[in-house]
T-cell receptor, first 112, second 110 residues
Framework: ETGVTQSPTHLIKTRGQQVTLRCSSQ?????VSWYQQALGQGPQFIFQ???????GRGNFPPRFSGLQFPNYSSELNVNALELDDSALYLC???????????FGPGTRLTVL | KQEVTQIPAALSVPEGENLVLNCSFT??????LQWFRQDPGKGLTSLLL?????REQTSGRLNASLDKSSGRSTLYIAASQPGDSATYLC?????????FGTGTSLTVIP
C-alpha cells in the first residue's frame, strides 16, 4: 500500500505568477484535503474533494482552486501569487468512512 | 466557527518523564479528533484518532482522551524518549471542515 505523495518538494515563484501542486492519494482513499501551513502555525484547511467534487472549503479566496481526478489524485492551483502565500502546502487523503487523514510530506512554496 | 487551542505552546522535559499535552475546542459538535506529530519541515504523522462517540484511544506509550462536552482532549505520553521530540498537533473535524491547533513543541532532553 503506497502512502500519500506530493510534488514538487520545493518551489520558488514570483509574485503574480500561478502555481500547480500535485498530490497522489493513498491507495483506496477517495477523499483529499489541502492545507496551508505558515511557519510556526497549525495547518489551515483550504478545501476538500470527494469523488471529484469540492465538498468543503475553508476561508481562502477563489484564486485557490483544485481538481480531483478519477484516480483520486489531486491538484491545487493558486493564481496571482502573493508574498503571504509562502508556506508548506499539505495534502491529506482519507476514506469517506471517517478513519482519519493521512498526510503527504508537503510542498514548500516560496513566493518572492 | 470552531477554534482549537493547544497548551502549552512549548514543553521541555527530561527523558523518562510522563507528560500531558492539552487540546481544547470551542464547538462540541465534532465528528472526530486526531492527534498528529510533525517533525521540522515535514508532513504530519497520524498518532491517534478518536471518534466522537469514543472516550479514549491507546497506541503503545500514547493515550489520547476526549471529553466532547467540555471541549477537551489530552495526549498522554509515557516514559518520554528523545525521539519523541517534535511538534504535536490536534485536529478536529466539524462537518466537512478540519481545524488544527497551533501545536505543542516538545523537547525531550537526554
Amino acid at each position: 500500500e503506497t502512502g500519500v505523495t506530493q510534488s514538487p518538494t520545493h518551489l520558488i515563484k514570483t509574485r503574480g505568477q500561478q502555481v500547480t501542486l500535485r498530490c497522489s492519494s493513498q491507495s483506496g482513499h477517495n477523499t483529499v484535503s489541502w492545507y496551508q501551513q505558515a511557519l510556526g502555525q497549525g495547518p489551515q484547511f483550504i478545501f476538500q474533494y470527494y469523488r471529484e467534487e469540492e465538498n468543503g472549503r475553508g476561508n481562502f479566496p477563489p484564486r485557490f482552486s483544485g481538481l480531483q481526478f478519477p484516480n483520486y489524485s489531486s491538484e491545487l492551483n493558486v493564481n496571482a501569487l502573493e508574498l503571504d502565500d509562502s508556506a508548506l502546502y499539505l495534502c491529506a487523503s482519507s476514506f469517506s468512512g471517517g478513519i482519519g487523514q493521512f498526510f503527504g510530506p508537503g510542498t514548500r512554496l516560496t513566493v518572492l | 466557527k470552531q477554534e482549537v487551542t493547544q497548551i502549552p505552546a512549548a514543553l521541555s522535559v527530561p527523558e523518562g518523564e510522563n507528560l500531558v499535552l492539552n487540546c481544547s475546542f470551542t464547538d462540541s459538535a465534532i465528528y472526530n479528533l486526531q492527534w498528529f506529530r510533525q517533525d521540522p519541515g515535514k508532513g504530519l504523522t497520524s498518532l491517534l484518532l478518536i471518534q466522537s462517540s469514543q472516550r479514549e484511544q491507546t497506541s503503545g506509550r500514547l493515550n489520547a482522551s476526549l471529553d466532547k462536552s467540555s471541549g477537551r482532549s489530552t495526549l498522554y505520553i509515557a516514559a518520554s524518549q528523545p525521539g519523541d521530540s517534535a511538534t504535536y498537533l490536534c485536529a478536529v473535524r466539524s462537518g466537512n471542515q478540519f481545524y488544527f491547533g497551533t501545536g505543542t513543541s516538545l523537547t525531550v532532553i537526554p
